[in-house]
């Protein structure tokens, strides 16, 4: 008689792999801490880009109210809401917004500021008020803009460089309230991540 010793170790082996259980996901505090490890020794425009659950949380310093760093239609995005940057009790006060996008989770390829001119009386302290947000955004990572955003005041097109990171001011003229968008792209992102240059939220 043939011995059921290996048909007991068969039957209890395929038990074995019918009960175990799938790895546990990490959660979502050990991500943002393998993340927090990861981005240990960035700096400047590579910690901006790199590490997008704290730049979404220094933008938020300035009222922009965005999400996390999430999964949208294409990419990633971190939708939010406009801030007010002149007179509040205008008719149409100025308002703006930022959008943060990119391809991965992992990495932002474009950081845009946009601010609508709605209400001309106050436009100057709107673009003040703006240019000083992205300066102070700027700052808390060392990164000085060496003059590259008075053309924001200015109203003027401008491409250039801030360190390594390109920057574009946009003055777009047609129909409606002109647009001033300041855009602050990953130079090693293969391309633009698809999204608006302005929150989903519209001022």
Known sequence: ???????????????AGCNAQPAAEPS??????????????????????????ETVAKLNQYGYR????????TGFDAPGEAITL??????????????????TADAIDRIVFALPITDDANAETAKKRLTDIIRAFLFQYKIEDDG????IAAEQDADGMIGDTPVAIAVDKGEGPRRIT??????????????????????
């Not at 979502?28 to 659950?53: I, K, T, Y």
């Not at 293969?190 to 001022?203: H, K, L, M, R, V």
């Open 148 to 151: 590259a955003l008075d053309a």
């Open 66 to 73: 965005l999400t996390g760093y999430q999964a949208a239609k």
């Open 28 to 53: 979502v505090a050990e991500q943002e801490a393998a993340m927090r490890n990861a981005a240990a020794d960035l700096q400047s425009w590579d910690r901006v880009f790199g590490f997008p659950s």
């Open 86 to 103: 002149s007179q509040s009790d205008a008719k149409a006060p100025n308002r703006g917004t930022v959008s943060v996008t990119g391809a």
């Open 182 to 203: 300041v855009t602050f792209s990953r130079p090693s992102a293969t391309a633009p991540a698809a999204a608006s240059d302005g929150n989903t939220q519209q001022p």
């Open 1 to 15: 008689m043939r011995s059921a010793l290996p048909l007991l170790i068969a039957a209890t082996a395929l038990l």
